[in-house]
């Protein structure tokens, strides 16, 4: 694909099968074939410079009862840039894992370059659980046991970093989670801003709760205060 830009020419192009690694056709729900690749490329160029890169690759789900793909990645990856003097990159994942355990691990990786300041953000989320797929292969639910979830960003001299931690999560017969513990932390150019620990009840997850967070501890530099409390003193919730 070719257009005018800046007074230049852009194109863009994509290799739909890179490396010669051939797409396959998995089929949706429905069981109409759709072609997919396992790994493209695409190059964008401004006049005579590259001012674009981006790799993709996917793996599908082998279906083994009926010995074909289905349209439902087991791993995704893609990674990239645009951009010349100053320039955005990203690093996006995806994988399940399927056991004992079933495991979904997901991660987005920004940053960019040729700016002032330069800056970096990073998501990292894992669940552990149970995965339930039907006849036809295709995930029906997904019920998580424990995870984590990790956030950084950092521009210049400042930084943050957001931690969270799902120890276990109980559930009752009719799928409705009862309880969640959980523990975590905030930091803030490096120095601790806030800690917690202690676990969601069947009242603050269903919001039955006027002001949830009575079982959680938060912990600052200057002393603890329960997640409820907290709330209500920023306005959040009433008593």
Known sequence: MK??????????RVDWDKSGTATLWPHDPTGQSREAPQAAQAHMTLGDAEVGHADFGAT??????TSTYIL???QLTFSGY??????????ASYQLTEGAQDQIQAGLDLSTQGTNPTSHRSLKLTLNGQLTRGANCFSQSFQPQSGSF??????????????LQVTRVQWNPDGR??????????????????????YLDEGDLNRTNPCPGENVILTFRDGTVTLR????NQGACRP
């Open 60 to 65: 599908w789900y082998n279906c083994s009862t």
């Open 3 to 12: 257009w005018t830009a800046l007074g230049h020419v852009a194109e863009l």
């Open 150 to 163: 990790t956030l950084t960003s950092r521009a210049g001299s400042e930084s943050m970093v957001f931690q």
């Open 177 to 198: 989670p009862i309880r969640v513990d959980l523990n975590g932390y905030v930091d803030h150019n490096d120095r601790r801003a806030v800690s917690f620990s202690g």
């Open 72 to 74: 439902q990645p087991t």
């Open 229 to 232: 409390a907290w709330l209500q």
């Open 82 to 91: 645009l951009g010349q003097t100053a320039q955005l990159n990203w690093d």
